[in-house]
């Protein structure tokens, strides 16, 4: 199974702040990776897909990034309500695969 | 606007079965295939497999081979996940998504199953 690495597991950051979640496939996944964004007692809500491609009304203010093995995802000017986890996942092959998730959090 | 309605939660033995529904609508049922993803409290997501609502075809994670069992109803647009044998690690959400675009793009609301002797 394609491992998928967030090696931050806690983020700190302040609003209005840019920062970036990074995460590493085991093995080359081309750009089949997705972010998601997932609050207490919801469901993920996917916003990015195919690495880079914004999904259906998510804002412009995150963007991702990256091809191969090493994925980035952004938020270019943190809101208090993405406030949030975020999980990549990797669409390139059976078993879909999920990294481990990072929580974005106020300092 | 598409939308997935789930059972409710359940309180389970262990060793006993359990069956989810995941209720489609808004689309065309057999347009894309059902997945069913396991979040355990607190943790990540691990992916069970899939089913093709069109002619039943599945795909599951071979972790979970024997455990679920994906079925459908298309005459009530619905899908079911069986869970056999249960133990106190199957406790956790589960929840079915639409994969559309290369990302699991709806998602039900997720169903508890809590496993306690």
């Known amino acids: 199974d394609i491992v998928m690495t967030q090696s931050h597991k806690f983020m700190s950051t302040s609003v209005g702040d840019r920062v970036s979640i990074t995460c590493k496939a085991s093995?080359?996944?081309?750009?089949?990776v997705a972010w998601y964004q997932q609050k207490p007692g919801q469901s993920p809500k996917l916003l990015i897909y195919s690495a880079s491609y914004r999904y259906t009304g998510v804002p412009d203010r995150f963007t991702g990034s990256g091809s191969g093995t090493d994925f980035t995802f952004t938020v270019s000017s943190v809101q208090a309500e993405d406030l949030s986890f975020y999980y990549c996942?990797?669409?390139?092959?059976?078993?879909?695969?999920f990294g481990a998730g990072t929580k974005l959090e106020l300092k | 606007e598409i939308q997935l309605q789930q059972s409710g939660p359940e309180l389970m033995k262990p060793g006993a079965s359990v069956k989810i529904s995941c209720k489609a609508s808004?689309?065309?049922?057999?347009?894309?295939?059902m997945h069913w993803v396991k979040q355990s409290h607190g943790k990540s997501l691990e992916w069970i497999g899939y089913?093709?609502?069109?002619?039943?075809?599945?795909r599951y994670n071979q972790k979970f081979k024997g455990k679920a069992t994906l079925t459908v109803d298309k005459s009530s647009s619905t899908a079911y996940m069986h869970l056999s044998s249960l133990t106190s690690e199957d406790s956790a959400v589960y929840s079915c998504?639409?994969?559309?675009?290369?990302?699991?793009?709806?998602w039900g609301q997720g169903t508890l199953v809590t496993v306690s002797a």
């Open positions: 093995q080359d996944v081309s750009t089949a």
């Open positions: 996942q990797q669409h390139f092959t059976s078993p879909l695969t």
């Open positions: 089913i093709d609502p069109f002619n039943g075809g599945t």
């Open positions: 808004g689309y065309s049922f057999t347009s894309y295939y």
């Open positions: 998504a639409l994969l559309i675009l290369g990302g699991l793009a709806h």
